[in-house]
């Protein structure tokens, strides 16, 4: 009985495995990859509508962003007066050289009513009010008859150009500049000619006329605001 021969058992074949471990490692490559290159085109886009955003000038103010505080309004500046001057006062104005004071002659109210230097008696006809106007002139009232102060523009050829009452016209002969030359001591300078008012000559006795003349400080031109109570 013859004994055969033992052959030896061949393996079957098996397909290698670097190829799937090469495709599975490109794979993963190609997903991080796409991942980083869809992050920086995210970013880019971002930063491009932010660019725009200001670039148009228009801000977006996130959901919480806290409101924003009302600004205040800043205060009106107070309107000054030469002298310590408040408009609405009751005035004597008495002259520095002689201290009396001006004067409606005879306590008159009628248009045309001169004025001149008498003692200071603090009666109607010896009280005054300022009234502010445009450009920083004002209106000179006598509170017994409510006419304003004027140098007359076509004055009495008799009387020359002597101060007077007249009722609101609105001319420049009306309105005066408050010229300050100390404290509560004015200069009143006429807007038509630019005179001062004066003791007509600097004389300072009762009944003298207020006139005007050329402006130059002297103290008949000068008068103090003595309010009256």
């Known amino acids: 009985m ?9 393996a079957p074949d098996r ?27 995210v970013a880019e886009t971002r930063a491009e509508v932010e660019e725009m955003t200001v670039l148009s000038g228009i801000l977006v103010e996130p959901a919480d962003a806290p409101e924003p505080e009302a600004s205040e309004e800043p205060e009106p500046a107070e309107e000054t007066h030469p002298a310590g001057l ?10 520095v050289h002689g201290d009396r004071a001006l004067d409606v002659a005879g306590g008159s109210t009628d248009n045309g009513a001169h004025v001149h230097l008498w003692d200071r008696h603090d009666q109607d006809n010896q009280q005054w009010r300022f009234v502010p106007i445009d450009d920083g002139f004002y209106e000179v009232v006598g509170v017994g008859s409510g006419k304003l102060l004027e140098i007359p523009a076509a004055p009495d050829p008799e009387s020359g150009p ?3 009452l007249l009722t609101r016209t609105g001319s420049p002969n009306q309105h005066w500049t408050v ?10 300078v006429n807007r038509a000619d630019g005179h001062a008012l004066e003791g007509q000559g600097g004389a300072p006795d ?19 605001l003595a309010p009256v109570e």
């Open 162 to 164: 002597v101060a007077s």
């Open 15 to 41: 397909p290698p495995r670097w190829p799937f471990l090469a495709g599975a490692l490109a794979l993963v490559l190609a997903v991080g990859v796409g991942a980083y290159t869809a992050g920086i085109f």
């Open 2 to 10: 013859s004994r055969r021969t033992a052959r030896p058992r061949v």
């Open 179 to 188: 010229v300050e030359v100390g404290d509560g001591v004015v200069r009143l």
């Open 206 to 224: 009762n009944g003298t006329l207020v006139t005007p003349a050329e402006d130059g400080g002297h103290p008949h031109q000068q008068w103090r």
């Open 86 to 95: 408040e408009p609405g006062t009751a005035y004597a104005l008495q002259n």
